[in-house]
């Protein structure tokens, strides 16, 4: 670490994200039963006994709690998930109690993670316990982002009545409103394009816990957790980003231009049934009202941010995880264009919120220097310009695409270009004093 640079104790860390996770928890709770739903915390409890919404995810927060565990223990745990799910549905199908829309299985695997923290507190003592709830905390984290994102969607169809989705599509004109040109290339493939870009969306968390796999793989051997994982910057993106929805709420170009997602609803708030074949008639923008169903999550586009997140951690993985993470991002970024839920300009902003979020958190985690402060704090201004030019000088981006798309452009290049730059240097290995400096061999 750089002399000078401040770095908090990591029992400080762990005990302030603790206390705030549990706060954020409860807040998000009371608002959503102030609205007549079940907030994250009852719907997570409710996944107990029913059939839970997340199947998927709750192996996936599993597969991430046993990487503290011995290879018998894996095979132990994953085949009391098994055999509980088993069970359960078996009851399930005998009482006619089959949720609609839930999966057949998960809630073993939640019993797993949760018996591994009673575990944890009984069973274990000293560093061997504080390594077990270290395991038993992500995969409990990652479920709950999922938990707690659905309550904050639900807050901001609630609260913000109005939406900026005209002002965002003049503004996207500067990058030649590329949902419009995406959506009829993926409406042009047919079904199966649809299928596969669906699936790739729909799973970007399992996808992650992929990547974080392969960064954990040695914690049980080590018995610690590496500095900086992929985990951590999923968590916080989940955790920040929604909050900049009750800023700038937007809900996307197939529910302010089109019939809704899946063809149904939408088209009464809809300025119009535009997308994908149509762009709108360039006009001066309009706050307009919208449903209060209707999530208003486009801007920024967490997807986006979370792909590029994805994107960047396995870039020190095998190629195949490589060409993985690459293939995630391309997909998702034609899946949040094609089936209209984002402006291209949100996917800039994506880009520059992940690699703003990735720089401030190995920032922390290495200890905050000069040229930490300066990405991040390059970051936010870049990011902050963009809302604000998307507010504010829609028109004028609209009447220039030829100056404003590539200024939008290099804005986010200078946050990428920044970020690797810095990394770069953080990532120099400087030899020892007494080894003489290898000399470059002659061809």
Known sequence: ???????????????????V?????????????????????TDQARELISAPKS????????????????????????GVAVGVDAVLWLVRWVAGAQATGGHPFGTGALWVVLGCGVIAVTRR????????????????????????????????????PAVLDQYVAVADRALGSPSWLVGRMVEATGPIGAHILDYVYVQLAVAAVVVALYQLRHVARDRRFPAHHLVRTFLVIGLV????YMIFPTVGPIFAYGTGAFGTGGLHWAVADLWPHTVPALSAPHWMTYDEITPRNCMPSLHTAWATAIFLHSRKGPKALQYAGTFWLIATLTATLGFGYHYGVDLVAGVVFAFTIEAALRSFDRGWDRAGIQLVVHGAVVFTALL??????????????????????????????????TMGL??????????????????
């Open 1 to 19: 670490m750089k002399s000078g640079a401040w770095r908090p104790s990591r029992a400080a860390l762990w005990t302030a994200m603790g206390v």
């Open 21 to 41: 996770t549990l706060a954020f928890l409860i807040t998000l709770e009371i608002a959503a039963r102030h609205y007549g739903e079940p907030g994250p915390i």
């Open 55 to 78: 199947g998927p995810l709750l192996y996936a927060g599993m597969a991430l709690t046993m990487v503290v565990l011995t290879w018998r223990e894996r095979w132990m745990a994953a």
């Open 125 to 160: 003592t000293g560093p061997e316990r504080t390594l077990l709830l270290k395991g038993v905390g992500l995969g409990l984290l990652l479920v709950a982002g999922r938990k707690t994102g659905d309550a904050w969607l639900l807050i901001t169809s609630k609260t913000r």
């Open 241 to 244: 980003g929604p909050g900049i």
């Open 388 to 421: 604000v030019s998307y507010r504010y000088l829609p028109m004028e981006m609209a009447r220039h695409p030829w100056v404003s798309g590539p200024l939008l452009l290099l804005a986010m290049a200078s946050v990428v270009y920044g970020y690797a730059r």
């Open 426 to 443: 953080w990532e120099v290995k400087v030899l020892p004093a007494h080894q003489p400096r290898p000399q470059p061999e002659l061809v």
